[in-house]
């Protein structure tokens, strides 16, 4: 069996010290909502408060600052999966109706 610590990555989800009738939360809900580890929390929060605006879009202090760190999260990424060409890498939110679309050729399921 690997050294896999379950406990420590239930460290990082802030969620899961919650207890109901003294029982450790269990999530089994991803399709949803996904639960985040509190570095995304925190990054988030970090972006919201510091850098909030739009990528690609604006040529002042914010508007770089957001594409910086969107092409940062791009190349992280890219390495992370072992991606030579960050640039084909595709970033959706709503994956699910995403490939819907995508398997569907666009038309709305029926």
């Known amino acids: 069996m690997s050294g ?3 406990e420590a990555v239930r460290r990082d989800f802030p969620i899961l010290e919650r207890t109901f009738d003294g029982k450790p939360l269990v999530y089994l809900d991803s399709g949803a909502t996904s639960q985040k580890p509190v570095q995304v929390i925190e990054a988030e929060s970090d972006y919201y408060r510091l850098h909030n605006a739009n990528a690609h879009r604006g ?17 992280r990424i890219a ?8 640039s ?9 109706s995403r490939s819907t679309s995508w398997r569907t050729g666009g038309a ?3």
């Open 59 to 75: 040529i002042y202090a914010l508007g770089e600052e957001a594409t910086e760190a969107y092409e940062g999260a791009r190349s």
């Open 79 to 86: 390495g992370f999966f072992g991606v030579e060409d960050a």
């Open 108 to 110: 709305a399921p029926s």
């Open 4 to 6: 896999f610590d379950v």
């Open 88 to 96: 084909r890498l595709v970033f959706t939110r709503g994956t699910p």
